[in-house]
């Protein structure tokens, strides 16, 4: 059963502070990981994509990859309430055949970002 | 950058009738679009996998005759909801590819309410 998990939450953090989301994968298989955000009504966008062991910065955004743990994170710094959101992890199995292209989402983080 | 569009945004139908739903590859072509369903407070799940110019791939459990998906050129797929029930009511998300290693990009989803 190939599933992606996250942490519920919901994660309430101070404007300014650190955001950190973990996300854990059962497949080894697995290849390409990304963070979505998602606002209320919208559909998700994405922030991170990681593909490769260790930690991909953009902005104030790091994703970090371990594949031996099979665990991904984000981590948002300096947090702003704009943050606010639920952000979904999303992992691609690319084996090569029908499973290309497909995400297995995780249920998603519900991040506050409190003033 | 790539964009997808999705229309319509919201629909409003009555139980027993049909809805389609478009989703266009606005400044790439797209040989292979994904169909996603959202019910409230859960996460994405993977519907079909679009392909041009073939079948559809459907995920288990859901049901080919009931949601039909056409994918006739390199840039439009549509979803149509037949006979429509109100268990049918949800966010329905496409989305699409460049390749598999630039992420994919959402439209912006389509509310369904069936009434």
């Known amino acids: 059963q190939k599933e992606v998990e996250q942490n519920s939450g919901p994660l309430s953090v101070p404007e300014g502070a650190i955001a950190s989301l973990n996300c854990t994968y059962s497949?080894?298989?697995?290849?390409?990981f990304f963070w979505y955000r998602q606002y209320s009504g919208k559909s998700p966008e994405l922030i991170m994509s990681?593909?490769?062991?260790g930690d991909k910065e953009d902005g104030r955004f790091t994703a970090q990859l371990n594949k031996a743990s099979q665990y991904v994170s984000l981590l948002i710094r300096d947090s702003q309430p704009s943050d606010s959101a639920t952000y979904l992890c999303?992992?691609?199995?690319?084996?090569?055949?029908?499973?290309?292209?497909?995400?297995?989402f995780g249920q998603g983080t519900i991040l506050t970002v409190h003033p | 950058g790539a964009v997808v569009s999705q229309h319509p945004s919201w629909v409003i139908c009555k139980s027993g009738t049909s809805v389609k739903i478009e989703c266009r590859s606005l400044?790439?072509?797209?040989?292979?679009m994904f169909w996603y369903r959202q019910f409230p407070k859960q996460s994405l799940m993977l519907m079909a996998t679009s392909n041009e110019g073939s079948k559809a791939t459907y995920e288990q459990g859901v049901e080919k005759d009931k949601f039909l998906i056409n994918h006739a050129s390199l840039t439009l797929s549509t979803l149509t909801v037949t006979s429509a029930h109100p268990e049918d009511s949800s966010f329905y998300i496409c989305s699409a590819s460049l390749t598999g290693d630039y992420g994919y990009t959402f439209g912006s989803g389509t509310r369904l309410t069936v009434v």
């Open positions: 400044d790439f072509q797209a040989t292979t």
């Open positions: 999303a992992v691609n199995i690319d084996d090569g055949g029908t499973s290309y292209g497909k995400l297995t």
């Open positions: 990681i593909y490769s062991n």
């Open positions: 497949d080894r298989g697995s290849q390409s």
